[in-house]
């Protein structure tokens, strides 16, 4: 058993709510596509569309990489799982404490 295992185990959270919050954090959405289209047109050479895409880019889009449950059961058993995928677990999981109106987790708290 791992740490993340007791710790959705002691907060009564199943795997499945952990990755739907994941796919509904990450997941990319129409913003987050035109953020990135900002940032190609900033590497244009067109000035005008340089400044205006200045101002969209300077927002952070999301990863577009939710966690899947592959990489959920991996981690649940103990297994080698990427620092990139433990912070959107721990994301993930955060959401849902916040659901329950619990306390957020840090990755010390899962890992």
């Not at 295992?5 to 994941?22: N, P």
Request: a positive charge; aromatic letters at 2%.
């Amino acid at each position: 058993m791992s740490k993340l295992e007791d710790y959705l185990k002691k907060h009564k959270i199943d795997g499945r709510r952990v990755v739907a919050a994941s796919h509904d954090i990450e997941g990319l959405r129409h913003e987050d596509r035109v953020i990135r289209q900002a940032k190609k047109l900033a590497k244009s050479g067109d000035e005008k569309a340089k400044e205006a895409a200045k101002e969209s880019a300077a927002k952070k889009p999301r990863s577009g990489k939710p966690v899947s449950s592959p990489t959920l059961a991996r981690a649940l058993s103990g297994g080698v799982v990427s620092s990139a995928a433990k912070t959107r677990i721990v994301r993930a999981v955060n959401a849902v404490l916040k659901a329950k109106k619990k306390n957020e987790a840090g990755l010390r708290d899962l890992f």
